[in-house]
């Protein structure tokens, strides 16, 4: 799982998106987010830039989590096993990707589902 603690003391910058084309909204990234973003496999990477620029268009597109890890976070999954918990400006549709995670996944047949 990436965590706060593996971003390296040198990747203290935020990353910023101007929102063009049509977009409504600019995308900013946490240190967390950025760093995890930077070391994700590239078609796991890919997926989560689609889906960022969804989320320039439409910042309230998914679903408010139940997650008590990230209160209040709107989330997203990425095969196999990613997800990105973001939150949208109240005044504003700006979007802060909070964080990415790799989470456990049950798969068919592995056992688990009795």
Same mark, same amino acid.
């Given at each position: 799982?990436?965590?706060?603690?593996?971003?390296?003391?040198?990747?203290?910058?935020?990353?910023?998106?101007?929102?063009?084309?049509?977009?409504?909204?600019?995308? /900013?990234?946490?240190?967390?987010?950025?760093?995890?973003?930077?070391?994700?496999?590239?078609?796991?990477?890919?997926?989560?830039?689609?889906?960022?620029?969804?989320?320039?268009?439409?910042?309230?597109?998914?679903?408010?989590?139940?997650?008590?890890?990230?209160?209040?976070?709107?989330?997203?999954?990425?095969?196999?096993?990613?997800?990105?918990?973001?939150?949208?400006?109240?005044?504003?549709?700006?979007?802060?990707?909070?964080?990415?995670?790799?989470?456990?996944?049950?798969?068919?047949?592995?056992?688990?589902? /009795?």
């Amino acid at each position: 799982m990436c965590s706060a603690a593996d971003v390296p003391a040198r990747a203290g910058h935020r990353a910023r998106e101007g929102a063009a084309g049509g977009a409504l909204a600019n995308v /900013i990234c946490s240190d967390q987010a950025r760093y995890c973003l930077d070391t994700l496999p590239p078609s796991a990477r890919a997926g989560v830039e689609q889906r960022l620029e969804y989320l320039k268009r439409m910042p309230r597109m998914y679903a408010v989590t139940e997650d008590d890890r990230y209160p209040g976070c709107r989330t997203f999954w990425v095969d196999p096993c990613y997800r990105v918990f973001y939150m949208v400006a109240a005044g504003a549709d700006d979007v802060y990707v909070f964080a990415v995670v790799e989470e456990e996944v049950d798969l068919p047949g592995d056992g688990t589902e /009795i």
